[in-house]
């Protein structure tokens, strides 16, 4: 606070053609005197707000961003008292002494519009003349590729909502439950399963004075649906974000990092379930504009402890660095400004929309097969809902990698819509859209909830083909179906899925058979006695599959995905031969 103080007694006292007048005169009018007096007043009420309120960085750039326009009205009123001061006393202006003083008020007066103009500058016209540099500061690489394909072991089922309705029962059972509220809930992974994991922090002033610590935070697996979340308050965290005055967060990183760029917190526990605060810290490469992380600051909100890393030597149980923040400004410097602003408004050639979910957020965290925690959206050309690719940035590294072997597939707005329609009826709605790899072929994973946020089905939507839809109670019972369809589609385009969707033969004697329904369709289940492998046979693909009984023996291909659960592409009865 006292640098921000410093700097503005500086500008509105150092920095005023009034005060060198006031100083100088050997008569000094009161008022003046007052006015003087009135500045220092202000230095001190913005040097307290800019300072100790907002937390400014102490930096050229903020000096530049945050005094300067203060400074601009503090100028004009004192140019325009200074000017009325001169008028009153002109006739008193005798000597050539007192002319040099007034070329000295005036050079201190032409200073002050020069840093103003320098504002207007850099806040107006400069940040339109940087958006190309932007574009080369995300260092994109382009993958023509598929991504990976998902260990369906451990796609997400939980949607945010969901999560969030599981932590505020919990939060109701804490004593004086009324102190609390629930922090951002943010998707992560410990010890090698996700959850949504939230601190509980003050609900306001006053809480926090009578709390003065909150009892920990809340995690609920994104994985498992019949888990009701879990309240860990082993941990009593004094130094949280929603503290004040010496407990807050901010504050006590700013004590100790005075000239550092905080661009935003995430908060994690690690793999013993300590709680730490994880603070991105970096740079901007252009003025004010384009962030760079270049750390953290990890942060014990118990002890108030706090230790600054590299994004190289960062503790491996941190899953991201790059703030969600950081990630969409990132895709809207790729996606906008390839040929700089003046194509944003007239040639508009490679641009594209990033899609704006409908959670408000730009960019989903998600955990891809190698592990990582990356920040997923999708890319699509402007005014339509047909996908040019999608990105990924790596939550830890920043590394962004932009595929663009999916293009003309549909966007996560198509397959909401998709899942919106098939639920019409029980007016439920698809949320947080996640584009996989699942059996060889980009799938939108949708968990669908009704209007409390309560999980109702899991929908899977192929992202070439919008009409594929498959959804189920759990997310076997969708991926079975899911199976089942694509199986059905493969067989009538000749096209079988890639990847570890591996075309295999058997035949065998049938040992049971049995008929069940998934996605509203029939479905033929056999198991064979040289096979733990359910196979599942669409009626509509094998017009013979109804009259299968056990002892029959068949000739069958089928996508191997390494699953129990099984469709089968083709299905010869070699007992009917037929």
Not at 21 to 29: I, L, T, Y
Not at 184 to 204: C, H, M, S
Not at 420 to 443: A, C, M, R, S, V
Request: aromatic share 14%; proline share 4%.
């Amino acid at each position: 606070m006292l640098f921000w103080t410093g700097c503005f007694v500086f500008f509105f006292l150092l920095a005023t053609p009034t005060f060198w007048k006031w100083a100088n005169k050997r008569k000094k009018k009161k008022w003046i005197g007052f006015w003087q007096l009135g500045k220092a007043g202000l230095a001190l009420i913005f040097g307290f707000w800019i300072g100790y309120l907002s937390l400014a960085d102490h930096n050229i750039s903020a000096l530049v961003s945050k005094l300067i326009p203060i400074y601009l009205i503090i100028l004009i009123t004192d140019a325009f008292l200074w000017s009325s001061f001169r008028e009153k006393n002109k006739k008193e202006k005798e000597t050539k002494k007192e002319t040099k003083k007034e070329e000295k008020n005036s050079i201190w007066f032409g200073i002050g519009v020069l840093l103003a103009l320098t504002w207007i500058f850099m806040t107006c016209i400069f940040p339109l003349t940087i958006k190309k540099d932007l574009y080369n500061l995300v260092h994109v690489q382009t993958n023509q590729s598929k991504m990976q394909v998902m260990d369906i072991k451990h796609i997400p089922t939980v949607p945010i909502e969901s999560a969030f309705y599981k932590a505020e029962k919990l939060i109701g059972g804490i004593p004086n439950s009324s102190y609390y509220k629930l922090g951002d809930l943010t998707r992560q992974k410990i010890n090698g399963e996700e959850y949504w994991v939230a601190p509980i922090e003050f609900k306001g002033f006053f809480q926090s004075l009578k709390a003065k610590t909150t009892p920990g935070y809340i995690k609920v697996s994104a994985e498992r649906q019949d888990d009701e979340g879990t309240l860990v308050d082993s941990y009593h965290m004094k130094y949280v974000p929603s503290a004040y005055f010496g407990n807050s967060m901010a504050r006590k990183i700013r004590e100790k990092y005075p000239h550092d760029i905080l661009f935003g917190e995430g908060f994690e526990p690690n793999d013993q379930g300590t709680p730490y605060y994880v603070v991105a810290v970096g740079h901007y490469a252009k003025y004010r504009s384009g962030e760079v992380v270049d750390g953290a600051v990890l942060v014990n909100p118990q002890t108030g402890e706090m230790q600054k890393y590299t994004i190289k030597n960062m503790p491996s149980f941190v899953d991201y660095v790059i703030p969600s923040s950081v990630a969409s400004n990132y895709n809207e410097y790729q996606a906008k400004y390839k040929h700089g602003f003046w194509n944003t408004l007239f040639g508009k050639q490679d641009i594209s929309d990033v899609t704006q979910w409908s959670s408000g957020e730009e960019v989903l965290g998600v955990y891809g097969a190698d592990g990582h925690m990356y920040w997923f959206t999708d890319h699509t050309n402007p005014g339509s809902t047909s996908m040019v690719g999608y990105t990924l940035m790596d939550g830890r590294t920043g590394q962004f990698t932009y595929y663009t072997g999916s293009k003309g597939f549909a966007d996560g707005k198509a397959s909401l819509n998709a899942v919106h329609n098939t639920f019409k009826k029980d007016q439920w709605t698809g949320t947080n859209p996640i584009l996989y790899n699942i059996y060889g072929t980009e799938t939108w994973y949708i968990p669908v909830i009704d209007s409390n946020g309560l999980l109702r089905k899991i929908a899977m939507v192929n992202a070439q083909n919008p009409q594929i839809v498959a959804y189920g109670d759990t997310k076997q019972e969708a991926l079975d179906g899911y199976k089942l369809l694509l199986a059905t589609a493969n067989n009538q385009n000749n096209a079988i899925p890639t990847d570890k969707s591996d075309l295999k033969e058997i035949t065998g004697k049938v040992l049971r058979v049995s008929t069940t329904t998934m996605n509203g369709e029939n479905v033929i289940q056999v198991l064979l006695e040289n096979s733990d492998k359910v196979f599942n046979i669409n009626p509509q693909q094998a017009v013979y599959a109804s009259f299968i009984k056990e002892g029959d023996v068949l000739k069958m291909s089928y996508s191997d995905t390494g699953e129990t659960m099984i469709s089968t592409e083709t299905v010869y009865n070699e007992t009917l031969k037929r």
